[in-house]
């Protein structure tokens, strides 16, 4: 079976985001079945060193569209992150990232496949104590399938993963079937 670089990414990261739409609507019903505030998510973490809810749900739109984007483009340039914002437009973020995704077509992702594909992206410089290490610019050289594959959605699903249990954690009645989403069944 051949996978297409439309395959490996844009239904790829739907479904994700989907399924992070429907966590983020979960914690919205949630809150307003408990009385509390959405907006004392945006800046919870997991751990003081790890980076807010925020951070998770604008680093994983930027990996999924900026992602594929690069694929076409060359380049990796997603917008600078906003830093705290209200709850409901971090949930308004995740529906423009799938409107997004959703107007990449087959035939202009794929054809990239196969290309070189040389990304600028900020890496430790010493990547064996990176959570302490400075971060400089640093060129990768990829194609577009495994930039996808080693850089795009291991990211992605960094952050879509970490936001999913920042909620968790804050008491959001949620579980792996809300973080699968749907699946991509074989149709009968």
């Keep these: 079976m051949t996978i297409s670089l439309y395959d490996l990414s844009v239904p790829t990261f739907l479904q994700t985001m989907s399924a992070v739409a429907g966590f983020l609507d979960r914690a919205t019903r949630h809150c307003a079945e408990t009385g509390a505030d959405p907006d004392d998510f945006v800046d919870a973490r997991l ?49 423009k990232a799938e409107a997004a995704l959703q107007a990449f077509t087959p035939d202009e ?41 080693s850089y795009s959605r291991p990211n992605f699903y960094f952050h879509a993963v970490t936001a999913y249990d920042i909620l968790r954690t804050r008491g959001v009645p949620i579980g792996k079937g809300d973080y699968e989403g749907r699946l991509r069944t074989r149709s009968g």
């Design 47 to 95: 751990f003081d060193d790890m980076a807010p809810f925020h951070f998770q749900i604008e680093a994983l739109t930027h990996h999924a569209v900026w992602g594929v984007k690069a694929v076409t483009t060359g380049t990796f340039d997603p917008p600078p992150l906003r830093g705290p914002i209200p709850f409901a437009e971090l949930r308004a973020m995740v529906g």
């Design 109 to 149: 992702i794929n054809s990239w496949s196969g290309k070189d594909l040389d990304i600028e992206v900020y890496r430790p410089v010493d990547e064996e104590n990176a959570s302490t290490s400075a971060w400089a610019p640093r060129t990768l050289a990829f194609t577009p399938e495994t930039f996808l594959l």
